[in-house]
């Protein structure tokens, strides 16, 4: 399974809560801007635009602003400017606007839920600890599912939006030394670095 590189990958799905307390993957409501200019995908990092209290995904690397994380995009809800209907939607496509004026998407915005994401290259025991930003892949209208995969060319000890805790712990997933071999496209735990709740500026 990991020697492919799937696409979509699925993006970040989440794991667990950090410390043992139970997971309920509780979900909250942010506002999406009509006519944004780039398409949201579950399991895509989402940033919050402070200037006008939306999301987007994140952009950037590194200790950019932007990916100052307010979660995982899980979906979306508006009424549809044709239909007039309520509409529910794993994705929201760049131009789409709500007839009733706002879209609303929910958001696993817990800074300490971990997450299951698949790496673009291989990564070792040695990266753990570490933090890493994501490639920003585009993810499928077909699966409504998010491209992102954990960049591991950009491995640091610096800021970057994520940090690895573990091997995903799965039969036929593994990294070296662990084994012998090392897969091409390993799953791998993480958990937020750059969350928007470990700042003490809201920009």
């Known amino acids: 399974m990991p020697g492919t590189k799937f696409n979509p990958s699925g993006g970040l799905r989440s794991s667990r809560v950090r410390g043992g307390a139970r997971n309920p993957e509780a979900l909250n409501r942010?506002?999406?801007?009509?006519?944004?200019?780039?398409?949201?995908?579950k399991g895509d990092a989402v940033a919050l635009n402070t200037a006008n209290g939306t999301i987007t995904q994140v952009s950037g690397t590194g200790a950019a602003a932007t990916n100052r994380a307010a979660g995982v995009f899980q979906?979306?809800?508006y009424v549809d400017t044709v239909t007039r209907r309520p509409t529910w939607s794993n994705m929201y496509l760049a131009g789409v606007s709500a007839a009733d004026g706002q879209p609303q998407a929910l958001v696993i915005d817990n800074p300490d839920?971990?997450?299951i994401i698949q790496a673009d290259a291989?990564?070792?025991?040695?990266?753990?600890?570490l933090n890493f930003d994501v490639s920003l892949a585009q993810g499928s209208s077909?699966?409504?599912t998010s491209g992102f995969l954990l960049r591991a060319a950009s491995r640091t000890a610096g800021?970057?939006?994520?940090?690895?805790?573990?091997?995903?712990?799965?039969?036929?997933n593994a990294l070296a030394p662990d084994t012998s071999v090392t897969?091409?496209?390993?799953f791998v735990e993480v958990?937020?670095?750059?969350?928007r709740t470990a700042f003490t500026s809201a920009a």
Do not use: K, M
């Not at 291989?122 to 600890?129: K, M, Q």
């Open 142 to 144: 077909f699966t409504q």
């Open 75 to 77: 979906g979306c809800s």
């Open 30 to 41: 942010y506002r999406i801007a009509n006519y944004i200019s780039g398409n949201i995908f």
């Open 122 to 129: 291989s990564v070792t025991v040695g990266d753990i600890g």
């Open 183 to 186: 897969d091409a496209f390993p």
């Open 159 to 172: 800021p970057a939006l994520l940090r690895l805790v573990d091997i995903y712990e799965v039969p036929g």
């Open 191 to 195: 958990q937020w670095n750059q969350h």
């Open 113 to 115: 839920q971990t997450f």
